[in-house]
Every structure is written in structure tokens, then in C-alpha cells.
């Protein structure tokens, strides 16, 4: 009988791999469902579909039943806000959590379940209650209304130690900016899609080369 899968632990390495999360929001499930396809076929390890979407919880049952073996792209839920979101998630079979606040029933819900979890924060306090929380990663968000680059740079001085996911509406040319100044994955959804796939392709490409710092 094989091992059971450690699926926090497989999720954060998949994170350190590819560091970005690929974020699907948008209000047609049809166009939810051919980003989701796109982000898995280029190479983001993570899709995060948030509960913004419609049929979100069938949207992730039917990519998780799509794919043939237990193995990265990781398909996890966003906008996880709540308990009953958190519950209904992972009922659904969601991969891990992310929350775009500090909740410590959604983190209870992570923990029980093993998944990876990411919950939002933006000031100092925050930051670290989410860090106290079990957050396997904190996302910084929302960073492009604060001061983007200038404001995470600003909240690592004292927090350097806590790994952070820069969030909130960039662009793909704005990932090295974040990552320069302590950023060590980032959230990213819109930005990614082109004009044709192979558009996509490109930009999913080289945000994954920016993320992993080997272009700037």
C-alpha cells in the first residue's frame, strides 16, 4: 500500500518550485474553467479558484476529477473567508486555502484537514496574528494601493522572518520589484492571460522565470 500523500508539505514544495499561484476570478464559469486549463498545461503548480467564481466548488471538483494521478498543478480555493467556506472547500476536495483576511476558524479548518494555508494580512499586526494562526504562508494584500514594492519593503524590516506572498492587482513586469525586496511567491491572475495561448504561454513563462528569480 503506498504512503499517504503529505499534502501541506507537497503544496509548499510546489510553491518553492514555481512560486507563483495562479488566481482564476472571474464571473463566468466557462472562462473560469479555460484559465484554470491554461494556467495547469503551462506550468503554475498552484491554481487557486476563489469562491468569486460561479460554481466554484463544482468548478474545483471537476478539475481535481480531470486530472489523472495525485501530482502538481494543485488545485486549491480562494476568498476563503468564512467557516462555512473553509468546510465547504475542503468537502470539495480543495488542495489548500486562501483567505484575503486573518480568520482563525478558516486556519482551525486548514490544520484539521493538512492543507497548505495562506491567509491575507496587510499591517505589521496582522501579519504576524496570521503568521500565529498556522499560516504556512502570509499574503500581503492589497499591495498596489499601499505603496506596492515600497510598503512590503517597508513591513519586512521588522518581519523579515515571516515568508510573505505579495498580492493585490500587478502586473507580470512588477513580480522581480516585489521579489527584490523579500517577496517569495506571488499571486497573479489576469496579467497572465494573452491575446492566444501561445500569448499566455509566454507570459506565464516568463512570470514563472521572475518569480524564481533567473531574469529580472
Known amino acids: 500500500m503506498s504512503e499517504p500523500i503529505d499534502m501541506r508539505d507537497q503544496v509548499a514544495r510546489s510553491l518553492a518550485d514555481a512560486p507563483l499561484v495562479g488566481v482564476v476570478r472571474t464571473s463566468s464559469r466557462e472562462e473560469a474553467l479555460r484559465q484554470a486549463n491554461l494556467f495547469m498545461a503551462h506550468g503554475i503548480e498552484l491554481i487557486e479558484v476563489t469562491f468569486t467564481v460561479p460554481d466554484a466548488l463544482d468548478l474545483v471538483r471537476d478539475l481535481l476529477a480531470s486530472r489523472t494521478q495525485s501530482a502538481p498543478p494543485w488545485v486549491g480555493m480562494g476568498t476563503v473567508t468564512d467557516l462555512s467556506r473553509a468546510e465547504a472547500a475542503v468537502e470539495a476536495g480543495a488542495e489548500f486555502l ?8 478558516v486556519s482551525a479548518v486548514a490544520r484539521r484537514a493538512g492543507l497548505f494555508l495562506v491567509l491575507g494580512a496587510l499591517t505589521c499586526t496582522e501579519i504576524v496574528e496570521a503568521r500565529d494562526l498556522g499560516a504556512d504562508i502570509v499574503k500581503v494584500y492589497p499591495l498596489p494601493p499601499v505603496g506596492g514594492p515600497a510598503y512590503l ?5 521588522p518581519l523579515g522572518d515571516v515568508p510573505m506572498l505579495a498580492a493585490g492587482g500587478f502586473g507580470v513586469e512588477e513580480i522581480s520589484a516585489y521579489r527584490r525586496v523579500g517577496a517569495s511567491a506571488f499571486g497573479i491572475g489576469a496579467p497572465l492571460l494573452g491575446e492566444d495561448d501561445e500569448d499566455t504561454r509566454e507570459r506565464i513563462a516568463r512570470a514563472l522565470r521572475l518569480a524564481r528569480g533567473e531574469e529580472s
Open 98 to 105: 486562501v483567505s484575503p483576511n486573518v480568520s482563525s476558524v
Open 153 to 157: 519593503a517597508t513591513v519586512r524590516g
